[in-house]
């Protein structure tokens, strides 16, 4: 298992900002995307902070990624909106159609967004994050328009995407609520982290190219593919399916359906239900049950002496306050991020420095 380094996390930022503007980015984008990767990786999921640059670069190269794009309004009734993300940067279209979602929510009371077409939009959690620190709940379907990842329950080649489920319930005080996991049973970026880093994946969550389980991360990456399964049986590949309709299809996104797919691509499609929680009339009383609930639920015996039950968002806060200062990354994932720099580098000519630079230490 090859070993973990540390980065500087704040130069991290800094590092990707730099590597989105030499690759033509304008400066907003490339805030956003920077941000957005080194947030995912703050709030423990390194499956979709900096490790996703290299298939960005690729996809950038193969023309699948088109950088500085806007959203367009596909239709507009007000409170229910289909816009189009151009295949542009996720980070920077999914921020866009939020600030939409949440200025019609806010206006209206509810907003329903179709976003479809947009490149992979990485940490879902950070755009339910973007409606409640407007105090806004959000309800977010997303599937993934890539190589089939996921079989279905039943069966054992791979038929669906990793298509997550978001939910961020605001509070007054104190981080929101906040759901938001893969339906597969863990992101396949999880299983890339441990294939860079030469580890096993978790029993229990692959099947090999014969649908036997299996620990080995490579079958998601080497000839002959496997897949992985879904989250909780067929509870999770249910929820992952309606994804495709829910989260693209209904309103004029692709599904994972071969015939929609583009080599190298990967795209997502996103529903997003904005609302305006004060609305109902009801604050106080949510707060205050909210309070007595997450008390309830706390005070349960706990599995294990000395580790707490956590409220759905509260594992992120504690990685967030543990990699203020420092990120950990596998040296695998760095060697990779060193190649993605030297290809825009070579291509855009330009001399921005590589991520072996940002090492603080070897862990
Ligand atoms: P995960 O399995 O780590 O689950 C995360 C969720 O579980 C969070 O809501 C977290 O607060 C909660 N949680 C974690 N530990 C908990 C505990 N002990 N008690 C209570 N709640 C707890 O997440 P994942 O499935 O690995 O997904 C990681 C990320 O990948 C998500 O942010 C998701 O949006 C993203 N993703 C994106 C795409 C895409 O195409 N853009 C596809 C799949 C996943």
Same mark, same amino acid.
């Given at each position: 298992?090859?070993?973990?380094?540390?980065?500087?996390?704040?130069?991290?930022?800094?590092?990707?900002?730099?590597?989105?503007?030499?690759?033509?980015?304008?400066?907003?984008?490339?805030?956003?995307?920077?941000?957005?990767?080194?947030?995912?990786?703050?709030?423990?999921?390194?499956?979709?902070? %900096?490790?996703?640059?290299?298939?960005? /670069? +690729? *996809?950038? /190269? !193969?023309?699948?990624? %088109?950088?500085?794009?806007?959203?367009?309004?596909? *239709?507009?009734? /007000?409170?229910?909106?289909?816009?189009?993300?151009?295949?542009?940067?996720?980070?920077?279209?999914?921020?866009?159609?939020?600030?939409?979602?949440?200025?019609?929510?806010?206006?209206?009371?509810? #907003?329903v967004?179709g976003l &479809?077409?947009?490149?992979?939009?990485?940490?879902v959690?950070?755009?339910?994050?973007?409606?409640? !620190?407007?105090?806004?709940?959000s309800i977010h379907f997303t599937n993934v328009?890539?190589?089939?990842?996921?079989?279905?329950?039943?069966?054992?080649?791979?038929?669906?995407g990793?298509n997550p489920l978001t939910v961020?319930?605001?509070?007054? $005080?104190?981080?929101?609520?906040?759901?938001?996991? !893969?339906t597969?049973?863990?992101? %396949?970026?999880?299983? +890339?982290?441990?294939? @860079?880093?030469?580890? =096993?994946?978790?029993?229990?969550?692959?099947?090999?190219?014969?649908?036997?389980?299996?620990?080995?991360?490579?079958?998601?990456?080497?000839?002959?593919?496997?897949?992985?399964?879904?989250?909780?049986?067929?509870?999770?590949?249910?929820l992952g399916f309606v994804c495709d309709l829910l989260g693209a299809a209904l309103f004029?996104g692709?599904?994972?359906?071969?015939?929609?797919?583009?080599?190298?691509?990967? @795209?997502n499609n996103m529903i997003a239900i904005?609302?305006?929680? $004060? &609305?109902?009339?009801?604050?106080?009383? @949510?707060?205050?049950?909210?309070?007595?609930?997450?008390?309830?639920? +706390?005070? #349960? &015996?706990?599995?294990?002496?000395?580790?707490?039950?956590?409220? =759905?968002?509260?594992?992120?806060?504690? @990685?967030? #306050?543990?990699?203020?200062?420092?990120?950990?990354?596998?040296?695998?994932?760095?060697?990779?991020?060193?190649?993605?720099?030297?290809?825009?580098?070579?291509? +855009?000519?330009?001399?921005?420095?590589?991520?072996?630079?940002?090492?603080?230490?070897?862990?």
């Amino acid at each position: 298992m090859l070993p973990d380094v540390s980065l500087d996390t704040g130069a991290t930022e800094q590092w990707l900002y730099e590597l989105w503007r030499g690759a033509g980015s304008n400066a907003v984008e490339a805030r956003i995307t920077a941000e957005h990767l080194v947030g995912a990786n703050r709030a423990g999921h390194d499956s979709h902070g %900096v490790s996703v640059v290299p298939a960005y /670069v +690729r *996809s950038l /190269v !193969a023309g699948n990624l %088109v950088l500085n794009q806007r959203i367009t309004i596909v *239709s507009d009734a /007000v409170s229910l909106l289909v816009v189009d993300g151009n295949r542009g940067m996720g980070q920077s279209i999914a921020a866009q159609t939020m600030s939409l979602a949440i200025a019609r929510a806010q206006a209206h009371g509810v #907003a329903v967004v179709g976003l &479809r077409n947009s490149h992979h939009i990485g940490r879902v959690g950070h755009w339910a994050e973007q409606a409640t !620190a407007a105090g806004m709940a959000s309800i977010h379907f997303t599937n993934v328009v890539s190589r089939p990842l996921v079989a279905p329950h039943g069966g054992v080649q791979a038929r669906l995407g990793t298509n997550p489920l978001t939910v961020g319930l605001p509070r007054r $005080a104190g981080a929101p609520i906040l759901l938001d996991f !893969a339906t597969s049973a863990i992101a %396949v970026g999880k299983v +890339r982290v441990a294939y @860079y880093k030469k580890a =096993p994946a978790p029993p229990n969550v692959l099947l090999d190219a014969h649908g036997a389980p299996t620990t080995d991360p490579a079958v998601m990456y080497e000839q002959p593919l496997g897949a992985l399964l879904a989250a909780a049986g067929h509870k999770g590949y249910a929820l992952g399916f309606v994804c495709d309709l829910l989260g693209a299809a209904l309103f004029g996104g692709a599904t994972a359906h071969p015939d929609n797919l583009i080599s190298g691509g990967m @795209y997502n499609n996103m529903i997003a239900i904005v609302f305006d929680p $004060a &609305r109902f009339g009801a604050l106080d009383h @949510y707060e205050r049950e909210a309070d007595a609930f997450i008390d309830y639920v +706390r005070s #349960a &015996r706990q599995a294990q002496p000395g580790q707490p039950i956590l409220m =759905p968002g509260e594992a992120e806060e504690h @990685y967030r #306050a543990a990699r203020a200062r420092a990120l950990p990354l596998d040296a695998g994932t760095v060697a990779l991020l060193d190649e993605a720099v030297a290809t825009i580098n070579q291509i +855009r000519g330009t001399n921005l420095p590589s991520a072996s630079s940002l090492r603080t230490q070897t862990r």
